[in-house]
T-cell receptor, first 110, second 114 residues
C-alpha cells in the first residue's frame, strides 16, 4: 500500500532559489520523515516530525505538517547544486514500519 | 558516513543462480529492513527483522528469504534468480523502541539477472 505521495514528481530550479515539495498521506500517523537519495546511493534521513508537531527546522530545511489535511511540505532554502537528489517522504501508518512515496526528483541548475 | 554496508554493489548474473546479498551494520541496531527499488521509483519493503531470530515478510511479495542469526548481519538470499528480480536492493537499520525511528541505509546492491 502506498501511503505518502509526493508532489511534484520532478522539480527544476536555479541555484539560490527555494524548493518546496509536498507529501500527502491517507491514514493517521505517529510521525512523518523526509529522506534524500543521491543518484546511485542509499537514502539519507533528513528530518522527522511527530504528529503533534506543526513545524520543524534543520539548517536550510523547513518541514511543516498539517494532520487535518494529511499533508506535509519540505522547503529547502537557498538551494545549492549539491541539493540535486530525489526526496522521499515516509509515514508509518501507525505501524512499526515505514511506507515511502515515489519521491520528488529535484534538479538545481547552476 | 554510513555504518551499514552492502555487498556487492553491483551484480550481473545468469538465470537460475543462487544469490546472497550481504548487509552488515555496526550500530547495534535491533531493527533491520530490506527494500526493493526500481530506478526513480518508490521503495517497497520486502523483509524486516526486529532482532536476532526474528524475520517477517514485508508488503511486497518476494521470492527471497532472509536470516538474522547475529544482530549486525541480515543477508538476503534468492534461491533461483530470474530476470524479474532485476532491481536495486537497499538494506536499512534503525534503533529499537518507539515508533519508527530514523532508518540508516546502505548504498544498495544493483542486481541484473540475464
Amino acid at each position: 500500500s502506498q501511503q505518502g505521495e509526493e508532489d511534484p514528481q520532478a522539480l527544476s530550479i536555479q541555484e539560490g532559489e527555494n524548493a518546496t515539495m509536498n507529501c500527502s498521506y491517507k491514514t493517521s500517523i505517529n510521525n512523518l520523515q523526509w529522506y534524500r537519495q543521491n543518484s546511485g546511493r542509499g537514502l539519507v534521513h533528513l528530518i522527522l516530525i511527530r504528529s503533534n508537531e506543526r513545524e520543524k527546522h534543520s539548517g536550510r530545511l523547513r518541514v511543516t505538517l498539517d494532520t487535518s489535511k494529511k499533508s506535509s511540505s519540505l522547503l529547502i532554502t537557498a538551494s545549492r547544486a549539491a541539493d540535486t537528489a530525489s526526496y522521499f517522504c515516509a509515514t508509518d501508518e501507525g505501524a512499526q514500519k515505514l511506507v515511502f512515496g515515489q519521491g520528488t526528483r529535484l534538479t538545481i541548475n547552476p | 558516513e554510513a555504518d551499514i554496508y552492502q555487498t556487492p554493489r553491483y551484480l550481473v548474473i545468469g538465470t537460475g543462480k543462487k544469490i546472497t546479498l550481504e548487509c552488515s551494520q555496526t550500530m547495534g541496531h535491533d531493527k533491520m529492513y530490506w527494500y526493493q527499488q526500481d530506478p526513480g521509483m518508490e521503495l517497497h519493503l520486502i523483509h524486516y527483522s526486529y532482532g536476532v531470530n526474528s524475520t517477517e515478510k514485508g508488503d511486497l511479495s518476494s521470492e527471497s528469504t532472509v536470516s538474522r542469526i547475529r544482530t549486525e548481519h541480515f543477508p538476503l538470499t534468492l534461491e533461483s534468480a530470474r530476470p524479474s528480480h532485476t532491481s536495486q536492493y537497499l538494506c536499512a537499520s534503525s534503533e529499537g523502541g518507539g515508533y519508527n525511528q530514523p532508518q540508516h541505509f546502505g548504498d544498495g546492491t544493483r542486481l541484473s539477472i540475464l
